[in-house]
């Protein structure tokens, strides 16, 4: 637990990250992040001594600067209120499994899915279960990640998935994303693992740098969306190329800011670095995907 930025003070933090490790270990692992100015740390061994490390963050970066702390964890005998601590701890993983979880880590939102939220399909009711971020309290965000346990993405019943910032729309059945990379995590570390979903809103040069790849006799119609797809177990990240069957993707034309785009030409453009070139999907604003990569919606001019 620390001290918390006071709101009126400038550029304020407004998450935090937590590295730790043992006394006498070399390194500092990233534990995790949190908004909050307190963070749990879980699986500690008793009669040891840790340093802890805290930085703030906000939409500028990280700090320079770190809280330091140097701490002992009970003994078993020292600890007297064992009992509680584990029951609370109980309550808030109960919690994170029917309510899941929001986050802003820098310009990121991370909504993590709780394996209760997400009511299952059923013969007569499969309809997409709809993870919106299009509301005005995401309007100052350009990625969006949506983590799913893994318990959710092995079942055979799970709902369908739609995700949605309003311009995008990505329609999943998480059981496609039990891929081998997924299939292959040790058993110790399914309950601390997710498959992270992430679509980012492509800006500043990294935009720029993209336009060269659009003929000339072509034009953009839409924002251009980054989508990718890890397996997060614990602090380790693995980058999965490609779900185990398609899922839908959907670019909405926005005429005001694309104005040149006709209607009637649109139709979804993947890029390909190797021709440094947007390929085309499919005509029209719908297409079918299964591999990470860098989208547009597109039309001749």
Excluded: C
Excluded at 26 to 34: A, C, K
Excluded at 37 to 52: D, E, G, I, K, M
Excluded at 217 to 224: K, L, Y
């Amino acid at each position: 637990i620390w001290s918390d930025s006071a709101p009126e003070v400038l550029n304020a933090a407004e998450s935090y990250e937590v590295y730790g490790k043992k006394k006498d270990d070399r390194e500092y692992s990233f534990v995790g992040n949190t908004k909050d100015a307190r963070f749990l740390v879980r699986s500690l061994q008793p009669n040891t001594t840790y340093n802890f490390m805290v930085r703030a963050l906000n939409k500028y970066g990280g700090a320079e600067e770190f809280a330091e702390v140097t701490v002992r964890t009970f003994t078993e005998r020292e600890d007297d209120k064992l009992k509680d601590k584990l029951e609370e701890l109980d309550k808030e993983e109960k919690k994170l499994r029917d309510e899941g979880k929001e986050e802003v880590i820098g310009d990121s939102v991370i909504k993590t899915i709780g394996s209760e939220q997400i009511p299952k399909a059923t013969y007569f009711d499969n309809a997409p279960y709809v993870i919106d971020f299009s509301t005005a309290n995401y309007k100052d965000y350009n990625k969006f990640v949506v983590a799913l346990p893994i318990d959710l993405v092995s079942s055979s019943d799970a709902r369908r998935i739609t995700i949605t910032d309003g311009t995008l729309s990505f329609t999943l059945q998480p059981r496609h994303l039990y891929t081998r990379e997924v299939s292959q995590i040790d058993p110790e570390d399914i309950d601390d693992a997710y498959v992270r979903v992430s679509f980012e809103r492509i800006t500043g040069k990294a935009e720029e740098s993209l336009r060269s790849a659009i003929p000339r006799t072509q034009t953009r119609a839409s924002r251009t969306y980054a989508i990718d797809f890890q397996l997060q177990a614990g602090t380790n990240m693995t980058d999965i190329r490609r779900m185990m069957q398609q899922g839908e993707l959907q670019l909405k034309h926005d005429s005001i800011i694309y104005s040149g785009a006709k209607q009637n030409s649109l139709f979804i453009g993947k890029y390909d670095a190797s021709q440094d070139s947007f390929i085309k999907l499919k005509d029209g604003s719908t297409a079918a995907i299964q591999e990470t990569g860098r989208y547009t919606l597109l039309s001749n001019r």
